[in-house]
């Protein structure tokens, strides 16, 4: 193995919703190792920030505002990269998002508008971005950025995750049909991680700073619940992502990825009792 299997050196990359959380790390792993990025995200600020931010790496970059659930822009935002830059190389479909509710409270506008940010824009993007791939002939990674949601029942985010579960699936399928062309497409899945929208920041730029702090009660559920005892980074999902785009992982395509602090894994495991052993709740200890 040698450090250079890792570098994105002139490559391009493609990251919708990457103005803040997970995407804005995604953005700035792969501009650490190399790449120029364009940044597509609904709120221009961030698209600005971030992009300032990769050019601070001595990394070309695109801000391009966008909402993703417009198909339309999403295709202009890979016609624009390709004009810029020359080419495509890597693809993360990072964009998507939810509102807890139960099911029968949702009407049918609903189910359309978390299907439209969580799957037909990752579908989108993934068909006007590979034919360039496959044109350039030098093969391609895409990530798909899913969620643990997308494997386990999800009570109130019923339709999104449905639609992280077609993710899961669609990739599998994917790796199949663009491997003669040297393209992987692999999923990574988090759980529970600190981002902007985690912290209920939904607009203005991205200041960690100013964001509340846990609760004493928040951490002490973290610990119980999710393995490693606390709440994921966004930049450790743009590590995972930034590996699945390199040569280290030239043999790794469809395939999905926890980075969840070993929620999967615990299954509904949880922290308990004197011994703070680890039950699955009701406690059946004596």
Known sequence: MKASDLELTGQVAIVTGGGGGIGRAIALCLADLGADVTIVDVIPERCDEVAAQVEARGR????????????????????????????????????????????????????????????????????????????????????????????????????????????????RTLALEFAEHQIRINTIAPDYTVTPGTKGVFTGPVDPSLWPPFTELELESQRRRIPAGRAGLEEECGTVAAFLCSKLASYVTGTLIPVDGGSWASSGWMRDGPDDDWILPPSTKA
Not at 83 to 93: A, E, Y
Not at 115 to 143: C, F, K, W, Y
């Open 60 to 171: 070309q970059a695109l801000p391009f505002p966008a909402n993703v659930m417009d198909s339309d822009k999403v295709r202009e935002a890979v016609t624009a990269t390709k004009d810029r830059f020359g080419r495509i190389d890597i693809l993360i479909n990072n964009a998507g998002g939810v509102t807890r509710r139960p099911f029968l409270q949702l009407q049918e506008k609903n189910w359309r508008r978390v299907i439209d940010l969580n799957l037909i824009s990752m579908l989108t993007a993934t068909h006007e971005a590979v034919p360039h791939m496959i044109e350039g002939g030098r093969g391609g990674a895409i990530v798909n950025v899913s969620s643990i949601e997308g494997s386990r029942a999800a009570p109130g985010y019923s339709v999104y995750s449905g639609c992280k579960a077609a993710i899961n699936n669609i990739t």
